[in-house]
């Protein structure tokens, strides 16, 4: 099974702030990675897939990089929205797993 | 619209069994995949099993902790997915999410997105 580590687990940042979230993967995924934003009470909310693709509706400043076993989510310029906790997700493979998480906290 | 609502959670005592239902609107049911995602109080989220669109013959994936226990089931006619949960444990303990999924499957299945998701329902496992 693929393990999915995510850096760091938190983070405390203010609005406007540029932060960078990071995902690797136990073995290569080529750029089969998702990542999720979740608030409290509510449920994961798809951002980016294929590593590097915007979902439909979602900001400019979330953007995704990455591939092989390192990917990155980068939020440039935090909105008050955007705090909140972030999964990537690899899709390469059965079983599908998920990254601990990183939660996005109000500095 | 595409939506999905979860409902059937509840509390059960261990080793007792509950049904979960998903109910599908806004889409061709019967031409995506299905998952089931768990988060367990305070924590990060759990696949459980994953059931494939008819056109890929409806055939299911287990996570290894719920293998055995839990069966994934669906009905294209009510657009309605099932997780059935059997012998339950304390550590079955979550709200449980319902969500379309996307793969490509021959011999095995890649690319398997998760979008959109229901609102989840809480399975408490408690004596």
Redesign the interface.
């Known amino acids: 099974d693929i393990q999915m580590t995510q850096s760091p687990s938190y983070v405390s940042a203010s609005v406007g702030d540029r932060v960078t979230i990071t995902c690797r993967a136990s073995q290569g995924i080529s750029t089969w990675l998702a990542w999720f934003q979740q608030k409290p009470g509510k449920a994961p909310k798809l951002l980016i897939y294929a590593a590097s693709s915007l979902e439909s509706g979602v900001p400019s400043r979330f953007s995704g990089s990455g591939s092989g076993t390192d990917f990155t989510l980068t939020i440039s310029g935090l909105q008050p929205e955007d705090f909140a906790t972030y999964y990537c997700q690899q899709a390469n493979s059965f079983p599908p797993s998920f990254g601990g998480g990183t939660k996005v906290d109000i500095k | 619209e595409v939506q999905l609502v979860e409902s059937g959670g509840g509390l059960v005592q261990p080793g007792r069994s509950l049904r979960l239902s998903c109910t599908a609107s806004g889409f061709t049911f019967g031409d995506y995949a299905l ?1 089931w ?1 768990r988060q367990a109080p305070g924590k ?4 459980v099993g ?1 059931i494939r669109s008819k056109t890929y013959g409806g055939t299911t ?1 287990y ?2 902790s719920v293998k055995g226990r839990f069966t994934i089931s669906r009905d294209a006619s009510k657009s309605i997915a099932y997780l059935q949960m059997n012998s339950l444990k304390t550590e079955d303990t979550a709200v449980y ?1 319902c969500t379309r999924t996307a793969a490509y499957c021959g011999a ?13 329902t809480l399975v408490t496992v408690s004596s």
């Open positions: 998952s995602v990060g989220l759990e696949w994953f994936e996570a290894a999410f095995d299945c890649y690319g398997i997105w998760f979008d959109p998701w229901g609102q989840g």
